[in-house]
Protein backbone atom coordinates (compact mmCIF):
# COMPACT_ATOMS: atom_id res chain seq x y z
CA UNK A 1 0.00 0.00 0.00
CA UNK A 2 3.09 2.18 0.39
CA UNK A 3 4.09 1.89 -2.84
CA UNK A 4 0.44 2.17 -4.42
CA UNK A 5 -0.93 5.33 -2.01
CA UNK A 6 0.65 7.78 -3.95
CA UNK A 7 -1.10 6.74 -7.30
CA UNK A 8 -3.99 6.04 -5.73
CA UNK A 9 -4.26 10.06 -4.03
CA UNK A 10 -3.34 11.20 -7.20
CA UNK A 11 -6.04 9.49 -9.15
CA UNK A 12 -9.01 10.12 -6.33
CA UNK A 13 -7.98 13.79 -6.27
CA UNK A 14 -8.24 14.09 -9.86
CA UNK A 15 -11.72 11.86 -9.89
CA UNK A 16 -12.88 13.94 -6.50
CA UNK A 17 -12.26 17.44 -7.73
CA UNK A 18 -13.70 16.97 -11.40
CA UNK A 19 -16.73 15.27 -9.72
CA UNK A 20 -17.19 19.47 -7.43
CA UNK A 21 -16.89 20.67 -11.07
CA UNK A 22 -19.56 18.83 -12.15
CA UNK A 23 -22.18 19.34 -8.49
CA UNK A 24 -21.53 23.23 -10.01
CA UNK A 25 -23.33 22.53 -13.18
CA UNK A 26 -25.93 20.46 -12.29
CA UNK A 27 -28.78 20.78 -14.76
CA UNK A 28 -26.18 20.47 -17.70
CA UNK A 29 -24.71 17.30 -16.17
CA UNK A 30 -27.78 15.62 -15.82
CA UNK A 31 -29.20 16.37 -19.35
CA UNK A 32 -25.70 15.84 -20.77
CA UNK A 33 -25.56 12.36 -18.64
CA UNK A 34 -29.31 11.09 -20.16
CA UNK A 35 -29.26 12.14 -23.31
CA UNK A 36 -25.24 10.16 -24.00
CA UNK A 37 -26.91 7.65 -22.50
CA UNK A 38 -30.17 7.71 -24.55
CA UNK A 39 -27.87 7.89 -27.92
CA UNK A 40 -26.10 4.92 -27.13
CA UNK A 41 -28.92 3.05 -26.57
CA UNK A 42 -31.50 4.07 -29.08
CA UNK A 43 -30.43 0.51 -31.00
CA UNK A 44 -32.01 -1.91 -28.16
CA UNK A 45 -34.78 -3.68 -28.39
CA UNK A 46 -36.80 -1.28 -25.38
CA UNK A 47 -35.07 1.36 -26.67
CA UNK A 48 -36.73 1.27 -29.70
CA UNK A 49 -40.01 0.36 -28.46
CA UNK A 50 -40.14 3.59 -26.52
CA UNK A 51 -38.48 5.47 -29.57
CA UNK A 52 -35.78 7.47 -26.81
CA UNK A 53 -33.61 7.95 -30.49
CA UNK A 54 -36.04 10.52 -30.91
CA UNK A 55 -35.63 12.24 -27.54
CA UNK A 56 -33.61 15.27 -27.84
CA UNK A 57 -34.76 16.88 -24.18
CA UNK A 58 -35.28 15.80 -21.08
CA UNK A 59 -39.14 16.97 -21.03
CA UNK A 60 -39.60 14.91 -24.05
CA UNK A 61 -38.07 11.56 -22.00
CA UNK A 62 -40.30 12.37 -18.92
CA UNK A 63 -43.44 12.93 -21.22
CA UNK A 64 -42.77 9.29 -23.54
CA UNK A 65 -41.06 6.86 -21.55
CA UNK A 66 -43.22 5.73 -18.43
CA UNK A 67 -42.28 4.81 -14.67
CA UNK A 68 -41.71 1.05 -14.36
CA UNK A 69 -41.12 -1.47 -11.96
CA UNK A 70 -39.08 -4.28 -11.59
CA UNK A 71 -41.40 -6.74 -13.24
CA UNK A 72 -41.96 -4.52 -16.47
CA UNK A 73 -37.89 -5.85 -16.83
CA UNK A 74 -38.18 -9.60 -15.99
CA UNK A 75 -39.14 -10.75 -18.98
CA UNK A 76 -36.04 -8.79 -20.89
CA UNK A 77 -33.59 -9.81 -18.19
CA UNK A 78 -34.81 -13.71 -18.73
CA UNK A 79 -34.14 -13.05 -22.20
CA UNK A 80 -30.80 -11.72 -21.68
CA UNK A 81 -30.09 -14.63 -19.21
CA UNK A 82 -30.60 -16.64 -22.22
CA UNK A 83 -27.68 -15.24 -24.17
CA UNK A 84 -30.32 -12.54 -26.32
CA UNK A 85 -28.51 -9.72 -27.56
CA UNK A 86 -29.24 -6.24 -27.72
CA UNK A 87 -32.30 -6.21 -25.02
CA UNK A 88 -31.45 -3.35 -22.72
CA UNK A 89 -28.15 -3.13 -23.86
CA UNK A 90 -26.17 -2.36 -26.69
CA UNK A 91 -22.85 -3.89 -25.50
CA UNK A 92 -22.31 -7.32 -24.26
CA UNK A 93 -23.60 -8.56 -21.01
CA UNK A 94 -21.07 -9.93 -18.77
CA UNK A 95 -22.59 -10.52 -15.54
CA UNK A 96 -25.84 -10.74 -13.92
CA UNK A 97 -26.17 -9.03 -10.91
CA UNK A 98 -28.51 -10.09 -8.17
CA UNK A 99 -30.11 -7.73 -5.51
CA UNK A 100 -29.88 -8.93 -2.31
CA UNK A 101 -33.78 -10.06 -2.55
CA UNK A 102 -34.52 -9.02 1.50
CA UNK A 103 -37.53 -6.66 0.64
CA UNK A 104 -39.00 -9.35 -1.94
CA UNK A 105 -37.60 -11.26 -5.26
CA UNK A 106 -34.25 -11.04 -6.36
CA UNK A 107 -34.05 -8.84 -9.49
CA UNK A 108 -31.84 -9.18 -11.92
CA UNK A 109 -29.01 -6.21 -13.27
CA UNK A 110 -27.35 -6.70 -16.56
CA UNK A 111 -23.90 -5.47 -16.49
CA UNK A 112 -21.31 -4.33 -19.52
CA UNK A 113 -18.01 -3.02 -19.21
CA UNK A 114 -19.71 0.27 -20.58
CA UNK A 115 -21.69 0.04 -17.31
CA UNK A 116 -18.81 -0.92 -14.86
CA UNK A 117 -16.43 1.99 -16.49
CA UNK A 118 -19.42 4.64 -15.67
CA UNK A 119 -19.84 3.09 -11.92
CA UNK A 120 -15.97 3.69 -11.48
CA UNK A 121 -16.61 7.27 -11.56
CA UNK A 122 -18.09 7.65 -8.08
CA UNK A 123 -16.18 5.14 -6.50
CA UNK A 124 -12.73 6.81 -7.53
CA UNK A 125 -14.51 10.35 -6.28
CA UNK A 126 -15.65 8.96 -2.88
CA UNK A 127 -11.49 7.59 -2.39
CA UNK A 128 -10.81 11.10 -3.20
CA UNK A 129 -13.29 12.71 -0.53
CA UNK A 130 -11.82 10.04 2.39
CA UNK A 131 -8.09 10.41 1.85
CA UNK A 132 -8.67 13.94 2.00
CA UNK A 133 -11.00 13.39 5.41
CA UNK A 134 -8.73 11.32 6.79
CA UNK A 135 -5.21 13.22 5.96
CA UNK A 136 -7.02 16.54 7.61
CA UNK A 137 -7.50 14.61 11.06
CA UNK A 138 -4.47 13.09 11.00
CA UNK A 139 -3.34 17.02 10.80
CA UNK A 140 -6.00 17.52 13.86
CA UNK A 141 -5.11 15.54 15.65
CA UNK A 142 -1.16 15.75 15.40
CA UNK A 143 -1.86 19.22 16.17
CA UNK A 144 -3.42 18.65 19.73
CA UNK A 145 -1.74 15.44 20.40
CA UNK A 146 1.96 15.90 20.31
CA UNK A 147 2.34 12.11 20.99
CA UNK A 148 -0.16 10.77 18.21
CA UNK A 149 3.02 11.03 15.15
CA UNK A 150 5.95 10.08 17.37
CA UNK A 151 7.51 7.05 15.66
CA UNK A 152 10.52 5.33 16.62
CA UNK A 153 13.11 7.51 18.29
CA UNK A 154 10.60 10.24 18.25
CA UNK A 155 10.85 10.59 14.78
CA UNK A 156 7.63 11.80 13.42
CA UNK A 157 5.22 9.64 10.96
CA UNK A 158 3.76 10.26 7.42
CA UNK A 159 0.46 9.55 7.03
CA UNK A 160 -0.18 5.81 5.60
CA UNK A 161 -3.62 4.56 4.63
CA UNK A 162 -3.14 0.90 5.52
CA UNK A 163 -3.92 -2.37 3.71
CA UNK A 164 -7.47 -3.52 3.56
CA UNK A 165 -9.20 -6.35 5.86
CA UNK A 166 -11.54 -7.30 3.68
CA UNK A 167 -14.11 -11.03 3.95
CA UNK A 168 -16.28 -10.79 1.03
CA UNK A 169 -16.84 -14.23 -1.30
CA UNK A 170 -15.82 -13.94 -4.91
CA UNK A 171 -17.70 -16.84 -6.01
CA UNK A 172 -20.42 -16.90 -8.19
CA UNK A 173 -23.67 -17.93 -7.60
CA UNK A 174 -24.38 -19.73 -10.97
CA UNK A 175 -24.04 -19.48 -14.72
CA UNK A 176 -27.23 -18.73 -16.97
CA UNK A 177 -28.59 -20.74 -19.83
CA UNK A 178 -26.64 -18.15 -22.16
CA UNK A 179 -23.23 -19.15 -20.24
CA UNK A 180 -23.74 -15.81 -18.30
CA UNK A 181 -22.29 -15.85 -14.57
CA UNK A 182 -24.34 -14.58 -12.07
CA UNK A 183 -24.40 -13.24 -8.24
CA UNK A 184 -24.22 -10.51 -5.81
CA UNK A 185 -22.98 -6.80 -7.20
CA UNK A 186 -20.05 -7.41 -4.53
CA UNK A 187 -18.80 -10.40 -5.98
CA UNK A 188 -18.96 -9.01 -9.58
CA UNK A 189 -17.02 -5.65 -8.72
CA UNK A 190 -14.69 -7.30 -6.85
CA UNK A 191 -13.61 -9.44 -9.44
CA UNK A 192 -13.77 -6.72 -11.98
CA UNK A 193 -11.22 -5.02 -10.10
CA UNK A 194 -9.23 -8.35 -8.59
CA UNK A 195 -5.70 -6.02 -9.65
CA UNK A 196 -6.71 -3.27 -7.37
CA UNK A 197 -7.57 -5.61 -4.88
CA UNK A 198 -4.47 -7.69 -4.76
CA UNK A 199 -2.25 -4.74 -4.40
CA UNK A 200 -4.66 -3.17 -1.18
CA UNK A 201 -5.53 -6.25 0.80
CA UNK A 202 -4.06 -7.23 3.94
CA UNK A 203 -4.37 -10.94 2.98
CA UNK A 204 -4.34 -12.63 -0.43
CA UNK A 205 -6.91 -12.36 -2.91
CA UNK A 206 -7.72 -16.21 -3.05
CA UNK A 207 -8.69 -15.91 0.36
CA UNK A 208 -11.89 -14.58 -1.01
CA UNK A 209 -12.20 -18.36 -2.57
CA UNK A 210 -13.07 -19.76 0.63
CA UNK A 211 -16.93 -20.83 0.11
CA UNK A 212 -17.48 -21.38 3.49
CA UNK A 213 -17.70 -18.50 5.58
CA UNK A 214 -16.81 -18.89 8.65
CA UNK A 215 -13.93 -20.54 7.02
CA UNK A 216 -13.07 -17.21 4.83
CA UNK A 217 -13.83 -15.19 7.93
CA UNK A 218 -11.28 -17.21 10.08
CA UNK A 219 -8.44 -17.17 7.36
CA UNK A 220 -8.96 -13.82 6.68
CA UNK A 221 -8.33 -12.39 10.08
CA UNK A 222 -5.26 -15.17 10.55
CA UNK A 223 -3.52 -13.34 7.37
CA UNK A 224 -4.18 -9.50 8.75
CA UNK A 225 -3.08 -9.79 11.97
CA UNK A 226 -0.06 -11.13 10.90
CA UNK A 227 0.10 -7.82 8.42
CA UNK A 228 2.59 -5.22 9.86
CA UNK A 229 0.12 -2.52 8.57
CA UNK A 230 -3.59 -2.89 8.76
CA UNK A 231 -4.98 0.72 8.30
CA UNK A 232 -9.09 -0.20 6.68
CA UNK A 233 -11.53 -2.57 7.60
CA UNK A 234 -14.48 -2.80 5.06
CA UNK A 235 -17.71 -4.49 4.22
CA UNK A 236 -20.50 -3.83 3.02
CA UNK A 237 -23.31 -3.38 6.11
CA UNK A 238 -22.09 -2.59 9.90
CA UNK A 239 -23.76 -5.84 10.81
CA UNK A 240 -21.36 -7.74 8.49
CA UNK A 241 -18.48 -5.44 10.65
CA UNK A 242 -19.63 -6.59 13.74
CA UNK A 243 -19.66 -9.97 13.03
CA UNK A 244 -15.84 -9.53 11.87
CA UNK A 245 -15.60 -8.54 15.22
CA UNK A 246 -17.27 -11.64 17.05
CA UNK A 247 -15.20 -13.82 14.79
CA UNK A 248 -11.91 -12.05 16.26
CA UNK A 249 -13.14 -12.39 19.96
CA UNK A 250 -14.34 -15.84 19.54
CA UNK A 251 -11.28 -17.33 17.80
CA UNK A 252 -8.78 -14.88 19.02
CA UNK A 253 -6.67 -18.03 20.80
CA UNK A 254 -6.75 -20.51 18.20
CA UNK A 255 -5.89 -17.90 15.31
CA UNK A 256 -2.80 -16.79 17.19
CA UNK A 257 -1.71 -20.40 17.85
CA UNK A 258 -1.75 -20.72 14.23
CA UNK A 259 -0.13 -17.32 13.32
CA UNK A 260 2.82 -18.76 15.47
CA UNK A 261 2.98 -21.89 14.05
CA UNK A 262 2.41 -20.22 9.98
CA UNK A 263 -0.71 -23.11 9.52
CA UNK A 264 -4.44 -22.98 8.83
CA UNK A 265 -6.08 -24.89 11.83
CA UNK A 266 -7.56 -28.50 10.43
CA UNK A 267 -11.12 -27.85 11.43
CA UNK A 268 -11.27 -24.68 8.56
CA UNK A 269 -13.14 -26.16 5.93
CA UNK A 270 -11.15 -25.53 2.87
CA UNK A 271 -10.86 -27.18 -0.72
CA UNK A 272 -7.47 -28.99 -0.56
CA UNK A 273 -5.72 -27.17 -3.53
CA UNK A 274 -6.47 -23.96 -2.06
CA UNK A 275 -5.63 -25.12 1.66
CA UNK A 276 -1.50 -25.70 0.06
CA UNK A 277 -1.50 -22.60 -1.69
CA UNK A 278 -3.00 -20.92 1.26
CA UNK A 279 -0.31 -22.21 3.62
CA UNK A 280 2.36 -21.65 1.59
CA UNK A 281 1.92 -17.49 1.73
CA UNK A 282 1.45 -17.93 5.72
CA UNK A 283 4.57 -17.42 7.35
CA UNK A 284 4.84 -18.38 11.17
CA UNK A 285 5.01 -14.91 13.05
CA UNK A 286 6.24 -15.58 16.90
CA UNK A 287 7.06 -12.22 17.38
CA UNK A 288 3.74 -10.86 16.28
CA UNK A 289 1.68 -13.85 18.24
CA UNK A 290 3.73 -12.93 20.78
CA UNK A 291 2.31 -9.17 20.90
CA UNK A 292 -1.46 -10.92 20.44
CA UNK A 293 -1.48 -13.56 23.45
CA UNK A 294 -0.20 -10.45 25.71
CA UNK A 295 -3.01 -8.25 24.86
CA UNK A 296 -5.40 -11.23 25.39
CA UNK A 297 -3.67 -11.97 28.68
CA UNK A 298 -4.15 -8.21 29.64
CA UNK A 299 -7.29 -7.24 28.16
CA UNK A 300 -9.14 -10.75 27.94
CA UNK A 301 -10.19 -10.68 24.38
CA UNK A 302 -8.83 -9.18 21.09
CA UNK A 303 -10.79 -6.45 19.22
CA UNK A 304 -10.04 -4.90 15.69
CA UNK A 305 -8.49 -1.75 17.55
CA UNK A 306 -6.15 -3.72 20.11
CA UNK A 307 -5.07 -5.68 17.19
CA UNK A 308 -4.27 -3.39 14.43
CA UNK A 309 -3.19 -0.36 16.52
CA UNK A 310 -2.88 1.93 12.98
CA UNK A 311 -6.32 1.39 11.79
CA UNK A 312 -7.32 4.57 10.43
CA UNK A 313 -11.18 4.39 8.99
CA UNK A 314 -13.86 1.60 8.90
CA UNK A 315 -15.65 1.46 5.58
CA UNK A 316 -19.58 0.77 5.52
CA UNK A 317 -22.84 1.51 4.10
CA UNK A 318 -24.43 3.87 7.03
CA UNK A 319 -27.81 5.97 6.76
CA UNK A 320 -30.82 3.49 7.31
CA UNK A 321 -30.45 0.88 10.02
CA UNK A 322 -26.83 1.99 10.12
CA UNK A 323 -26.82 3.70 13.50
CA UNK A 324 -28.44 1.15 15.58
CA UNK A 325 -25.16 -1.29 14.54
CA UNK A 326 -23.05 1.87 15.00
CA UNK A 327 -24.00 1.93 18.85
CA UNK A 328 -21.57 -1.18 19.51
CA UNK A 329 -18.40 0.23 17.40
CA UNK A 330 -16.81 1.79 20.50
CA UNK A 331 -16.29 -1.20 21.58
CA UNK A 332 -14.20 -2.49 19.16
CA UNK A 333 -13.20 0.61 16.99
CA UNK A 334 -12.74 3.09 19.70
CA UNK A 335 -13.15 6.80 18.00
CA UNK A 336 -11.63 4.90 14.59
CA UNK A 337 -14.03 6.87 12.34
CA UNK A 338 -16.49 5.53 9.64
CA UNK A 339 -16.65 6.49 6.00
CA UNK A 340 -19.88 4.94 3.98
CA UNK A 341 -17.97 5.24 0.41
CA UNK A 342 -21.05 5.21 -2.12
CA UNK A 343 -24.33 4.70 -1.80
CA UNK A 344 -25.81 2.25 -4.48
CA UNK A 345 -27.25 -1.41 -5.01
CA UNK A 346 -27.53 -3.47 -8.31
CA UNK A 347 -29.25 -0.87 -10.13
CA UNK A 348 -26.63 1.94 -9.84
CA UNK A 349 -24.41 3.92 -7.48
CA UNK A 350 -26.95 6.97 -6.39
CA UNK A 351 -24.50 8.94 -3.68
CA UNK A 352 -21.11 9.87 -2.76
CA UNK A 353 -20.03 10.25 0.36
CA UNK A 354 -18.12 12.86 1.16
CA UNK A 355 -16.78 13.28 4.72
CA UNK A 356 -16.19 10.87 7.89
CA UNK A 357 -18.88 9.83 10.18
CA UNK A 358 -21.53 11.73 8.11
CA UNK A 359 -24.77 9.74 6.87
CA UNK A 360 -25.42 12.14 3.95
CA UNK A 361 -24.14 11.64 0.21
CA UNK A 362 -23.47 13.88 -2.86
CA UNK A 363 -26.39 12.70 -5.77
CA UNK A 364 -24.19 10.84 -7.62
CA UNK A 365 -24.76 12.71 -10.89
CA UNK A 366 -22.61 11.18 -13.49
CA UNK A 367 -23.60 7.74 -13.09
CA UNK A 368 -27.36 8.07 -13.00
CA UNK A 369 -30.35 10.33 -14.68
CA UNK A 370 -32.54 11.24 -11.20
CA UNK A 371 -36.15 11.81 -10.25
CA UNK A 372 -37.63 12.59 -7.28
CA UNK A 373 -41.38 11.21 -6.54
CA UNK A 374 -42.57 13.39 -3.76
CA UNK A 375 -44.56 11.90 -0.68
CA UNK A 376 -47.65 12.83 -1.45
CA UNK A 377 -47.82 11.40 -4.78
CA UNK A 378 -46.24 8.17 -3.67
CA UNK A 379 -49.88 5.91 -4.20
CA UNK A 380 -51.07 7.58 -7.70
CA UNK A 381 -50.73 6.05 -10.50
CA UNK A 382 -48.71 8.33 -12.35
CA UNK A 383 -46.95 10.17 -9.83
CA UNK A 384 -45.55 13.79 -10.50
CA UNK A 385 -41.87 13.51 -10.51
CA UNK A 386 -39.32 16.41 -9.43
CA UNK A 387 -36.05 16.77 -10.90
CA UNK A 388 -32.83 17.21 -8.31
CA UNK A 389 -33.12 21.19 -9.00
CA UNK A 390 -36.32 21.13 -7.51
CA UNK A 391 -36.08 18.55 -4.31
CA UNK A 392 -36.26 20.37 -1.10
CA UNK A 393 -34.01 20.24 2.32
CA UNK A 394 -35.82 18.25 4.90
CA UNK A 395 -38.38 16.50 2.94
CA UNK A 396 -38.24 12.80 1.34
CA UNK A 397 -38.58 10.97 -1.96
CA UNK A 398 -38.71 7.99 -3.82
CA UNK A 399 -36.04 8.05 -6.01
CA UNK A 400 -35.99 6.91 -9.65
CA UNK A 401 -32.71 5.95 -11.96
CA UNK A 402 -32.10 6.11 -15.31
CA UNK A 403 -28.68 4.30 -16.12
CA UNK A 404 -26.02 2.33 -18.47
CA UNK A 405 -27.33 -1.11 -17.08
CA UNK A 406 -30.65 -0.26 -19.60
CA UNK A 407 -32.93 0.33 -17.06
CA UNK A 408 -35.39 4.07 -17.30
CA UNK A 409 -37.01 5.73 -14.86
CA UNK A 410 -36.67 2.61 -12.73
CA UNK A 411 -38.57 3.40 -9.48
CA UNK A 412 -35.65 1.50 -6.53
CA UNK A 413 -37.85 1.29 -4.43
CA UNK A 414 -35.62 3.57 -1.96
CA UNK A 415 -36.72 6.10 0.38
CA UNK A 416 -34.52 9.01 0.25
CA UNK A 417 -34.37 12.65 2.82
CA UNK A 418 -32.72 15.88 1.48
CA UNK A 419 -30.19 16.70 3.88
CA UNK A 420 -29.06 19.68 2.21
CA UNK A 421 -26.85 20.78 -0.74
CA UNK A 422 -23.02 20.60 -1.98
CA UNK A 423 -23.00 23.32 -4.37
CA UNK A 424 -26.00 22.31 -6.60
CA UNK A 425 -26.20 18.69 -6.05
CA UNK A 426 -28.49 17.78 -3.26
CA UNK A 427 -27.73 15.71 -0.09
CA UNK A 428 -29.65 12.76 0.08
CA UNK A 429 -29.39 10.15 2.66
CA UNK A 430 -31.40 6.13 2.38
CA UNK A 431 -33.94 6.18 5.40
CA UNK A 432 -36.08 3.24 4.30
CA UNK A 433 -37.27 0.40 1.58
CA UNK A 434 -41.02 1.69 0.37
CA UNK A 435 -42.44 -1.74 0.71
CA UNK A 436 -40.94 -1.50 4.28
CA UNK A 437 -43.96 -0.85 6.22
CA UNK A 438 -45.04 -2.18 9.78
CA UNK A 439 -48.94 -1.18 9.85
CA UNK A 440 -51.60 -2.46 12.74
CA UNK A 441 -54.08 -0.39 11.26
CA UNK A 442 -53.04 2.81 9.76
CA UNK A 443 -49.83 3.54 11.37
CA UNK A 444 -47.32 3.14 8.70
CA UNK A 445 -44.05 2.48 11.22
CA UNK A 446 -40.51 2.26 8.78
CA UNK A 447 -37.47 0.56 9.29
CA UNK A 448 -36.06 4.20 10.43
CA UNK A 449 -38.61 4.53 12.89
CA UNK A 450 -38.00 1.29 14.62
CA UNK A 451 -34.48 1.69 14.65
CA UNK A 452 -34.64 4.93 16.30
CA UNK A 453 -36.80 3.64 18.99
CA UNK A 454 -34.17 0.83 19.54
CA UNK A 455 -31.05 3.44 19.43
CA UNK A 456 -33.07 5.51 22.15
CA UNK A 457 -33.97 2.66 24.28
CA UNK A 458 -30.52 1.29 24.23
CA UNK A 459 -29.43 4.64 25.47
CA UNK A 460 -31.62 5.02 27.99
CA UNK A 461 -31.25 1.42 29.01
CA UNK A 462 -27.34 1.27 28.81
CA UNK A 463 -28.17 -2.01 27.00
CA UNK A 464 -26.54 -3.23 24.02
CA UNK A 465 -28.81 -5.76 21.91
CA UNK A 466 -27.63 -8.24 19.09
CA UNK A 467 -30.59 -7.85 16.78
CA UNK A 468 -34.41 -7.09 17.19
CA UNK A 469 -37.24 -7.45 14.96
CA UNK A 470 -40.97 -5.73 15.38
CA UNK A 471 -43.29 -8.27 13.93
CA UNK A 472 -47.48 -8.57 14.49
CA UNK A 473 -49.63 -11.09 16.15
CA UNK A 474 -51.60 -13.70 15.24
CA UNK A 475 -55.40 -14.16 14.95
CA UNK A 476 -55.92 -10.52 16.66
CA UNK A 477 -57.53 -7.48 14.54
CA UNK A 478 -55.83 -5.39 15.20
CA UNK A 479 -52.79 -6.91 15.74
CA UNK A 480 -50.41 -5.62 18.06
CA UNK A 481 -46.50 -5.03 17.99
CA UNK A 482 -44.61 -8.16 19.19
CA UNK A 483 -41.19 -6.26 20.20
CA UNK A 484 -38.70 -9.18 19.11
CA UNK A 485 -35.26 -8.58 20.76
CA UNK A 486 -31.76 -10.46 21.52
CA UNK A 487 -29.89 -9.40 24.05
CA UNK A 488 -25.88 -10.00 23.35
CA UNK A 489 -24.01 -11.73 26.18
CA UNK A 490 -23.77 -10.96 29.35
CA UNK A 491 -26.72 -8.42 29.38
CA UNK A 492 -29.66 -8.86 31.36
CA UNK A 493 -32.92 -5.92 30.98
CA UNK A 494 -33.45 -5.08 34.93
CA UNK A 495 -37.15 -3.93 34.30
CA UNK A 496 -38.80 -5.13 31.08
CA UNK A 497 -41.89 -3.52 31.84
CA UNK A 498 -40.44 0.02 32.06
CA UNK A 499 -38.55 -1.09 28.54
CA UNK A 500 -42.08 -1.65 27.24
CA UNK A 501 -43.69 1.43 28.60
CA UNK A 502 -40.96 3.25 27.37
CA UNK A 503 -41.13 1.63 23.85
CA UNK A 504 -44.40 3.05 23.27
CA UNK A 505 -43.64 6.61 24.90
CA UNK A 506 -40.41 6.58 21.95
CA UNK A 507 -42.44 4.88 19.13
CA UNK A 508 -45.25 7.63 19.38
CA UNK A 509 -42.44 10.66 19.35
CA UNK A 510 -41.02 8.97 16.16
CA UNK A 511 -44.24 8.00 14.91
CA UNK A 512 -47.02 9.52 15.95
CA UNK A 513 -49.58 8.46 13.86
CA UNK A 514 -48.78 5.00 16.34
CA UNK A 515 -50.04 6.68 19.55
CA UNK A 516 -53.01 7.44 17.74
CA UNK A 517 -53.86 4.03 17.20
CA UNK A 518 -52.90 3.15 20.21
CA UNK A 519 -55.51 5.43 21.87
CA UNK A 520 -58.26 3.56 20.07
CA UNK A 521 -57.42 0.52 17.94
CA UNK A 522 -54.26 -1.30 18.54
CA UNK A 523 -53.60 -3.29 21.39
CA UNK A 524 -50.87 -2.68 24.19
CA UNK A 525 -47.11 -4.10 22.48
CA UNK A 526 -45.60 -7.20 24.05
CA UNK A 527 -41.75 -7.78 24.45
CA UNK A 528 -40.72 -11.10 23.88
CA UNK A 529 -37.21 -11.52 24.80
CA UNK A 530 -35.08 -14.40 22.61
CA UNK A 531 -32.77 -16.97 23.24
CA UNK A 532 -29.05 -16.26 22.99
CA UNK A 533 -27.90 -17.15 18.93
CA UNK A 534 -31.52 -16.65 17.65
CA UNK A 535 -30.92 -14.31 14.94
CA UNK A 536 -27.80 -16.34 14.36
CA UNK A 537 -30.70 -18.70 13.26
CA UNK A 538 -32.36 -16.03 11.06
CA UNK A 539 -29.58 -15.54 9.50
CA UNK A 540 -28.98 -18.88 8.38
CA UNK A 541 -32.58 -19.09 7.14
CA UNK A 542 -31.94 -15.78 4.66
CA UNK A 543 -28.56 -17.51 3.79
CA UNK A 544 -30.53 -20.60 3.01
CA UNK A 545 -33.44 -18.64 0.71
CA UNK A 546 -30.48 -17.49 -1.51
CA UNK A 547 -29.53 -14.05 -0.02
CA UNK A 548 -25.74 -13.65 -0.27
CA UNK A 549 -23.52 -13.66 2.50
CA UNK A 550 -21.85 -10.46 1.53
CA UNK A 551 -25.09 -8.68 1.41
CA UNK A 552 -26.89 -10.24 4.65
CA UNK A 553 -29.14 -8.10 6.53
CA UNK A 554 -32.10 -8.54 8.81
CA UNK A 555 -35.30 -6.36 8.64
CA UNK A 556 -36.61 -5.11 12.01
CA UNK A 557 -39.84 -4.92 10.94
CA UNK A 558 -41.66 -7.75 9.46
CA UNK A 559 -45.30 -8.17 8.55
CA UNK A 560 -44.54 -11.61 7.57
CA UNK A 561 -46.23 -13.44 10.63
CA UNK A 562 -43.67 -16.69 10.10
CA UNK A 563 -40.67 -15.01 10.08
CA UNK A 564 -38.93 -15.83 13.98
CA UNK A 565 -41.11 -18.88 13.60
CA UNK A 566 -39.65 -21.41 15.91
CA UNK A 567 -37.23 -19.49 17.90
CA UNK A 568 -37.35 -20.08 21.58
CA UNK A 569 -38.84 -17.35 23.55
CA UNK A 570 -37.28 -16.80 26.72
CA UNK A 571 -39.80 -14.27 28.07
CA UNK A 572 -42.81 -12.62 27.02
CA UNK A 573 -43.78 -9.39 29.47
CA UNK A 574 -46.73 -6.99 28.60
CA UNK A 575 -48.57 -4.03 29.72
Same mark, same amino acid.
Given at each position: ?45 ? &???? @??? +???? $?????? =???? #?? /? ?102 ? &???? @??? +???? $?????? =???? #?? /? ?113 ? $? ?263
Amino acid at each position: MDLIFPVLRTVTQRAKLDFIRQTRQLEAVQERFLLEMLRSHEGTEL &GKKF @GIG +NITT $VEQFRD =RVPI #LP /YSSYDPYTERIAKGEKNILNPDPVIYVSLTSGSTGKQKRIPVTRRYQKNLAKPNLAAFGFAIEALEKRDRELSQHLPSYKEGAGGNRRSFKLGKVLNTNSINIQ &GVTD @GGI +NYGP $VTVGSI =RSNH #LM /YRSILAMPYDCFKIADSVSRHYVCLLFALGHPSVGQIANNFPMLILRTCGYLEKYAEGLVADLRRGAIADWVQIEPKLRRQLERRLQANPQCADRLEKILNTEGKLTPKLAWPDL $VVVITAMGGTSDFYFQRFPDYFGDTPIFGGVYGSAEGTFGIYYDLNQEGTILSIESGFYEFIPEEDWDKEEPTTLLPTEVKVGQRYRMLVTSYSGIYRYDIGDVVEILGFYEQAPIIVFRHRRGGLLSATTEKTTEFHATRVMQALSQEFNLNLDDFCITLSDNEFPSRYLVNIELTDGQTLEDPQKFLHRFEYWLGEFNNPYTTVRSSEVPPPRLQILAPGSFAIVRQRQLNKGMSDGHLKIPHISEDRSFLQGLNVMQKIEL
